[in-house]
């Protein structure tokens, strides 16, 4: 079970409609890759975030599988477009099935 | 719950794999599935079809990583609908799938990745028509003299 | 100072830098520019105190990195010690411990009130001791809040002194090395140049020596402290100033001291003067 899981966005505020906006998030975990041995020499088991989403007004932005691979820490960085006022979704799934939120409105002229 | 890959797998084709692994590892589910090659990661993602190196997908990634355990990389593929990424040398080849929907604004994201080694890393798109382009960008993963 | 030349050390640090590729400079052209908007100075003119040992100017860490590395210093989103600072910032308004305060209680506005305060750490406190920023947390926390010290290098240490040191960002590093802190940094002193463990190391045999060159493939810096707590992409997690010193002295193979104990507060004071006169870059991402 990851402790203090907590996720950091970057959205502006404010957009005009179908504008091209570069979302950043990061969120602090360990990502567990499943190959490192604790001290007795037993492998210390895997557990990541294996999912992120964001979605917009319901309908998706992106959806990203992610492996042992991806570094402690998770960053993402994608672009979005909004075609009109609302809020975004941003969703990470947990190994462990914890699922961790954060959501933004954005206006849109 | 998410079914991971790895649920889809023990479930569907890869019972009969599943049964010829050690018991031990069988018992202890999730953390010990059996790792795929990039070849059948590669296989699964494309159901077999062929896939051809090409510049319909960018690959952005440092010549040298400072640090394996932080690489920043970054793929681009404009009109595809997903695109893979792998380090095929790396103990589980598989990095990060990317699925774009109808408000991404461009079928690209970035993030940082972890490298076991120096290797090649390899990002592959399904593009819009089904067909599969690939490329791939070697990255030397460098050790510290300081090693702490 | 103590210097015990031997054959073996000297043969394994010349067998490690032969490897090495040509002498690679701190990077020339590029700026440390946070957000677009803040420049920080990234060399100054040596230190006095000095006498010439690292020559004319003094660097920065972040010159010595690779360009990606440099660049996640440049945003406060990309780098990840944010995440860091956020959870202090946090810890800074929550009440706790026996007398039910937090620390914006006292300190009011952590912008105004720790404004300047880590560019001067070390620095001896009125009862004569030389106390590191964790010293100062940790007195608040038993002494004025009742409640539990924090582990030196603990998450909730570390998050809080990040938080408090973004605070000094882009001030000079300014410790004090005369009156009651001469004596502790003479000691420092001592220690930067006296060699340690199975190789028997000194930091100046890397970081005064050999800094711009490579061993292995790291490109050595002149090992200033300007930026900690930071980010190491090999940890991939918040580092104290204490906890690289461990680091470098496991590395020697020698058995290392303490980390908050005495003997690496007078080394902090000590390498922390090295680079009096850099902008405080804390909190920086380094490799």
Known sequence: MADNVK????????????????????????????QRKDKDGNIVPRSIINRFTAEFNGQL????????AISTNPYLEFDAKVPETGEFKFTWYDDDGSVYEDAHKVEVS | MLISRRGVLS???GLAAFALLPVAVRAQGAAAAPTQTADEVIAEFTGGAEV??????????????????????SVEAPGASEIMVLAVENPTPGVAKFVFGPLAATQA???????????????????????????????????????? | MKLQF????????AAILALSVAQADPVEDDQLVINGEEELATQAPAPDHLQGALGETVYSGWLFRDTETRAMQKDDFDNPMFLFVDAGLEAWDKQEGTAGKSCADCHNDIGESMRGVRAQMPKVNDKGELWSLENYVNDCRTNRMGAEAWGWN????????????VQSRGMPVAVKIDGPAAPFWEKGKEMYYTRYGQLEMSCANCHEDNFGKNIRSDHLSQGQINGFPLYRLKDQGAVSAHQRFVGCIRDTRGVPFEPG?????ELELYVASRGNGLAVETPAVRH
């Open chain 2, 109 to 148: 994201a970035a993030t940082r990745i972890r490298l076991a080694k120096t290797q090649d890393v390899v990002a592959i798109a399904k593009m819009a028509d089904g067909s599969f382009v690939r490329t791939a960008s070697n990255v030397k993963v460098t050790i510290g003299g300081c090693g702490g």
């Open chain 3, 6 to 13: 031997t054959v073996t050390a000297a043969a394994a640090l």
């Open chain 3, 154 to 165: 603990s998450q909730d240490m570390k998050n809080m002194t990040a938080a408090i040191g």
């Open chain 1, 61 to 68: 932005v992106i959806d990203a599988t992610l492996e042992p």
């Open chain 2, 11 to 13: 479930a569907g084709a």
């Open chain 2, 52 to 73: 051809v190196d090409g510049d319909g997908v960018k690959l952005t990634a440092p010549e040298i990583a400072e640090n394996g355990n932080t690489v920043p990389i």
């Open chain 3, 261 to 265: 104990g005495l003997e690496f507060r």
């Open chain 1, 7 to 34: 996720p950091r966005v970057r959205v502006p505020k404010t957009a005009s409609k179908d504008e091209v906006i570069t979302i950043k998030t990061l969120i602090s975990h360990p990502m567990e890759s499943g």
